[in-house]
């Protein structure tokens, strides 16, 4: 049996990480600030998805608490792995409070990531976002597209987390997974995403607010797939970016 530590574990992605970890046997440590960035009902219904299993124990905190981070991951050591799912998404929000996007996404990895150092993990997962690649990207996108003119708050603090743990891995030869996830759907995902917004206003009789000229499209992925995909990085793969989803064309 394995023993991992999750951040953001009552979040969309994470939750359903937590719970696949949990089907094959392992020990799950979750963290997660149950933030208010969306409506937390959610988080709570993911996250008591979860309680009941007796090989899942829940701390309510924020990464961005270095000494925290420090003193949790040192309580719970030895650890197989991080798998660092927590983060503050979406666009339009990082455009409005960047330095809470900085906070959670730069300096909570940052933390984990020497956390990790200082008590002898050797894997770290990080959740990243196609975002990254900014304007144009070629479909389908390749890992070695252009992702060094981040276009939001948003992207640029994934592209400095990413950035933080290539700096870890070469002092420290820590083993790193990045994943660019593209857009993930399924149940109970975050209420902002496009399909959520579309779906209740077709229901309601409203009108659909569309950006854009409406030719742009996005790569869709099942929550699922994603959720198997980040398991999959904890295997040894020294430092390695993979694009998790992406478009058909």
């Known amino acids: 049996m394995a023993r991992y530590l999750v951040t953001?574990?009552?979040?969309?992605?994470?939750?359903?990480?937590?719970?696949?970890?949990?089907?094959?046997?392992d020990e799950v440590i979750g963290v997660?600030?149950?933030?208010?960035?969306?409506?937390?009902?959610?988080?709570?219904?993911?996250?008591?998805?979860?309680?009941?299993?007796?090989?899942?124990?829940?701390h309510g905190m924020d990464i961005s608490d270095r000494r925290g981070v420090d003193a949790?991951?040192?309580?719970?050591?030895?650890?197989?792995?991080?798998?660092?799912?927590?983060?503050?998404?979406?666009?339009?929000?990082s455009v409005e409070?960047?330095?809470?996007?900085?906070?959670?996404n730069v300096t909570g990895t940052l933390n984990l990531l020497e956390a990790a150092r200082r008590h002898g993990v050797?894997?770290?997962i990080l959740a990243s976002t196609s975002s990254i690649y900014g304007e144009n990207a070629p479909l389908p996108t390749p890992e070695?597209?252009?992702?060094?003119?981040?276009?939001?708050?948003y992207s640029a603090s994934k592209k400095g987390a990413e950035a933080m743990c290539h700096a870890y891995h070469f002092l420290y030869g820590l083993d790193v997974t990045i994943f660019r996830y593209f857009t993930v759907y399924g149940p109970a995902g975050r209420p902002d995403m496009v399909m959520f917004?579309?779906?209740?206003?077709?229901?309601e009789g409203r009108p659909v607010h569309?950006?854009?000229?409406?030719?742009?499209?996005?790569?869709?992925?099942?929550?699922?797939?994603?959720?198997?995909?980040?398991?999959?990085?904890l295997k040894p793969l020294g430092y390695e970016i993979i694009n998790l989803g992406g478009h058909e064309v």
Not at 72 to 93: H, K, Q, S, Y
Not at 97 to 104: A, K, M, Q, Y
């Open 144 to 153: 070695d597209a252009p992702s060094d003119r981040p276009l939001q708050p």
């Open 32 to 58: 997660d600030n149950l933030c208010t960035a969306y409506d937390v009902r959610l988080k709570h219904y993911r996250l008591n998805r979860l309680l009941p299993h007796e090989n899942f124990t829940f």
């Open 210 to 233: 569309l950006n854009g000229d409406g030719e742009q499209s996005r790569g869709f992925t099942y929550v699922d797939d994603i959720a198997r995909g980040t398991i999959l990085g």
């Open 72 to 93: 949790l991951v040192g309580a719970c050591a030895p650890l197989d792995g991080i798998i660092n799912l927590a983060a503050r998404a979406g666009v339009r929000a």
């Open 122 to 124: 050797s894997k770290f």
């Open 8 to 25: 953001g574990a009552a979040g969309f992605i994470a939750a359903r990480v937590c719970e696949m970890l949990l089907e094959q046997g």
């Open 197 to 203: 917004r579309f779906t209740q206003w077709i229901a």
């Open 97 to 104: 409070d960047p330095w809470v996007f900085v906070e959670t």
